[in-house]
């Protein structure tokens, strides 16, 4: 991409209306960087869903190129008219967002190989062990997974402004591993397309799809619509590999044009890698078993696959994705460890899927006789329809060996996280129904305590939830 001279053909990259100024406003035009107004310097371009009047001013004051936003309020309009300042409003701010991705690649990152994680679930541990495996190979990679979840949307500059301090302070990039969202919106509104539009701005040479499966309920209500939100993708990737998951039906009906796939069980096509209960094979080879992998649960082993066939596809060195895999550390809460004495496990199960799978795999772990105490934080501020699908996951996966703990997690949350009436009787009215056992908590910190007083030595804790579990790790080390 050539660099942007024009604020007007901005503008109509972005399907945005310019007012105030029709050209940059420093002196010097665009110097090329989008990012947050907080961050920014003379000549940069700040992205943000609604500026005010305030927001204008600061920009003005920091004499930067323009502002592009989606929601002017609080005479914002006004003030960039009477100050002759460029603002760009768009209705998509999405658009905003893959643009200033895809421009700052070409500009900051030409030269690099780029790889697309979505997926329902599995993408943070996806992206986070391909990134590792890189970076452990010796590459220069950056990646946008981090533990908290928070660079991996792509509905703000975050990304771009990453990949553009990296460079600048670290020199060129080999690779950039990059997670979409499968589904994404901003106030209750779906933005429709957003992991093509994502995948098509960065031009990855290898994509992932992990799943398909139900989250995000209200920006999508359907399985058939999460499937329409990822069905685009692998022609976004185009002539690069598609890693799919060849377990997931609805992963198997997606039209790709250079598909590699992965499975939990054996496999006859050629382009694939597959675990056979000992062995991850690959070429009808074993490159890993089972006492290898960093973890063992079912659904684990589908992320180490999608990692595994991706930097294959890639063309690295087996000998270095072996030793990638082998080193791996997970992020966390993703199924983390957090004690041997009781034994406590922590992930960030979140959706119905991933809350019956991290119970299964924990189940596995219970020595005979002995309790999984099972510890929920509801999700807050959602909906009920989320809350009721992750309850009917919770009643589907309740054994006489499990004993269940809730918490709305007042206590840590704050007020995007907090959990509504409706949502917390919406638990409570399906377990009653189910004859499902439970004690209800206003606060993580007293909820934990509970389960600590209550587990034996050798029982198993399983801490599972969102926003509302997240402080769990801190909040143990002061319990105990």
Not at 15 to 40: M, W
Not at 204 to 228: C, K, Q, R, Y
Not at 448 to 459: F, H, I, Q, S
Request: aromatic share 6%; glycine share 6%.
């Amino acid at each position: 991409m050539e660099e942007l001279e024009d604020i007007n053909d901005l503008a109509k990259a972005v399907e945005g209306k310019l007012v105030g100024n029709d050209e940059f406003f420093s002196i010097d035009g665009f110097t090329g960087k989008f990012t947050f107004l907080n961050d920014a310097h003379t000549g940069d371009i700040v992205i943000r869903h609604w500026i005010n009047a305030t927001g204008v001013e600061i920009a003005f004051d920091k004499n930067i190129a323009c502002l592009i936003t989606q929601t002017p309020k609080d005479g914002a309009i006004e003030l960039a008219e009477r100050l002759n300042f460029p603002l760009i409003i768009t209705d998509k701010i999405e658009l905003a967002n893959a643009y200033a991705l895809s421009h700052t690649i070409k500009k900051y990152s030409p030269d690099s190989t780029n790889v697309v994680i979505t997926g329902t679930n599995g993408k943070s541990t996806t992206s986070h062990l391909i990134y590792h495996i890189l970076n452990n190979a010796g590459y220069h990679v950056l990646t946008n997974t981090d533990s908290e979840s928070e660079f991996n949307t792509l509905i703000d500059p975050m990304v771009s402004k990453l990949i553009s301090d990296e460079v600048v302070a670290n020199g060129k990039l080999d690779y950039l591993v990059i997670e979409v969202s499968e589904v994404q919106g901003w106030l209750d509104k779906l933005m429709k397309n957003h992991a093509a539009l994502m995948s098509e701005a960065i031009k990855p040479e290898v994509g992932v799809i992990t799943n398909i499966a139900m989250d995000h309920i209200g920006l999508v209500n359907s399985i058939e619509d999460v499937f329409d939100e990822i069905k685009a993708v692998p022609k976004a990737i185009g002539g690069g590999v598609t890693v799919l998951n060849h377990d997931d039906e609805l992963v198997l009906k997606l039209d790709a044009e250079n598909p590699f796939y992965t499975s939990m069980s054996p496999l006859a096509e050629e382009n694939s890698v597959y675990f056979d209960g000992e062995n991850i094979i690959y070429e009808g080879n074993s490159i890993l078993t089972v006492d290898e992998l960093p973890f063992k649960g079912s659904h684990f082993i589908q992320n180490i696959l999608s990692a595994v066939g991706a930097c294959i596809s890639l063309g690295i060195d087996i000998n270095d994705i072996v030793d990638g895999v082998k080193s791996y550390k997970a992020l966390n809460r993703r199924f983390a460890k957090l004690s041997d004495d009781p034994l406590i496990y922590d992930d960030f199960a979140h959706n119905p899927d991933g809350i019956k799978a991290t119970i299964s795999e924990t189940l596995k772990l219970l020595p005979q006789n002995q309790k999984l105490h099972l510890a929920c934080a509801i999700r807050g501020s959602r909906g009920v329809e989320i809350n009721q699908l992750n309850v009917d996951a919770l009643v589907e996966s309740m054994t006489d060996d499990i004993v269940l703990y809730l918490s709305s997690s007042n206590d840590v949350v704050n007020d995007l996280n907090f959990v509504e009436d409706d949502e917390r009787e919406v638990f409570f009215k399906t377990l009653d129904e189910n004859n499902v056992e439970y004690v209800h908590f206003d606060n993580l910190k007293d909820c934990l305590t509970e389960v600590c007083n209550n587990a034996e030595a050798d029982d198993v804790i399983l801490l599972i939830g969102a926003q509302g579990m997240d402080p769990a790790e801190s909040l143990l080390k002061e319990i105990k």
